[in-house]
């Protein structure tokens, strides 16, 4: 099973700005859909946003407008700018990637905090 490495979680106040990162190593070459998912305490896991290899994206409606998911293909990375925090954006952030092989992995989860 490939594991993910994510990096970028922290505390930050609210208004403020992170970066989260999740790199895949350079041993996986048939990467397609990268995405971000998030479960705050008490709840299921949910979409935050995904990002085609073609570079279509995806968002759930909560993090429209503030969220923005990129990807870096030659590093085999995707990425989550985080803007305008507010409290309610307080989770475990979680890395995904699906493969041409129709493979799935999850990376081991960063938490982001978002208070004052």
């Known amino acids: 099973q490939v594991q993910l490495v994510e990096s970028g979680g922290g505390l930050v106040q609210p208004g403020g700005s992170l970066r989260l990162s999740c790199a895949a190593s350079?041993?996986?070459?048939?990467?397609?859909?990268m995405g971000w998912y998030r479960q705050a305490p008490g709840k299921q896991r949910a979409l935050v946003a995904t990002?085609?290899?073609?570079?279509?994206?995806n968002y759930a409606d909560s993090v429209k407008g503030r969220f923005t998911i990129s990807r870096d293909n030659a590093k085999n990375t995707v990425y989550l700018q985080m803007n305008s925090l507010n409290p309610e954006d307080t989770a475990v952030y979680y890395c995904?990637?699906?493969?041409?092989?129709?493979?799935?992995?999850w990376g081991q989860g960063t938490q982001v905090t978002v208070s004052s």
């Open positions: 350079r041993s996986i070459f048939s990467i397609n859909t």
């Open positions: 995904r990637i699906t493969t041409t092989r129709s493979l799935l992995y």
């Open positions: 990002i085609s290899v073609g570079g279509s994206t």
